[in-house]
């Protein structure tokens, strides 16, 4: 579970990343709205705790663009506005929940679990490795990296059953819609397509030919 914060004030900021960490969630932190856009472009994020007045502009103004580019992503916001009228303009911006400064940690870890519970993804993280099914993304060192179609869902298919060995039975059954149809030898195209768009330009190695068996998704290789 990973959390931004765009907040500017230094010390809520320092003690909503420390309390967050010491609870098991990696955060980054942003101070502006400019700094908070770049994190986006690089990382996926399961929730953003968005402050609305900062130097930059007002936060509730990126929530759009948040939602635009993963759906997915809960957005928190956090306000000394303790009014009526910016807590219903927050929501209808976009916002999944709105709570009014100053607040108290353990009310807040409360309502942060609520939204993950809420709007758990399917994103696979792997060291330096993010595959983003619903999107179908994949980041590298926060690259993109061109891989879709047959060979991004076997990639996805194999990452998700990491450790084990895949049958190319069990892939065809898995990717193809009518696997009768296709000759098996799809799959080796795909993983060829795997190796030659994505570990060979990035000199990784993400799937392992078991042979006579599968395949099986062994990024970070032990060998490199
Ligand atoms: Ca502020």
């Known amino acids: 579970m990973r959390i931004l914060i765009i907040e500017d004030e230094v010390t809520l900021n320092k003690t909503l990343s420390d309390g967050l960490k010491e609870f098991g969630y990696q ?9 908070g856009r770049y994190f986006l472009s690089i990382r996926n994020y399961n929730l953003v705790l968005l402050d609305w007045m900062l130097p930059d502009g007002n936060g509730i ?3 759009a663009d948040i939602k635009a580019q993963s759906p997915k992503t809960s957005v928190v916001v956090l306000s000394a506005r303790d009014d009526k009228e910016s807590e219903i303009e927050a929501l209808r911006a976009g916002a999944d929940d709105y709570i009014k400064k100053p607040f108290d940690f ?3 870890l409360v309502r942060i679990e609520a ?3 809420f ?5 696979i993280e792997v060291d330096d490795l993010v595959i983003n099914p619903e999107e179908e993304k994949i980041i590298y060192k926060g ?16 990452a998700m059953h990491k450790d084990q060995i895949v049958s190319k039975e069990q892939l065809l059954d898995a990717i193809w819609e009518e696997p009768e149809l296709v000759t098996p030898n799809v799959i080796e195209v795909a993983i060829n397509q795997i190796r030659q768009k994505m ?9 392992e030919t078991v042979r006579r068996r599968g395949y099986r ?3 970070p290789s032990k060998k490199a």
Request: charged share 30%; aromatic share 6%.
């Open 115 to 117: 939204k993950l519970r």
């Open 27 to 35: 955060n980054d932190v942003a101070e502006n709205i400019s700094d």
């Open 119 to 123: 709007g758990t993804s399917n994103i």
């Open 106 to 108: 353990e009310i807040l």
């Open 217 to 219: 998704f062994c990024y």
């Open 61 to 63: 103004d990126i929530i």
């Open 199 to 207: 570990d060979k330009p990035l000199n990784i190695t993400t799937i």
């Open 143 to 158: 690259e993109d990296i061109e891989l879709k179609g047959k060979p991004f869902e076997v990639l996805t298919h194999l």
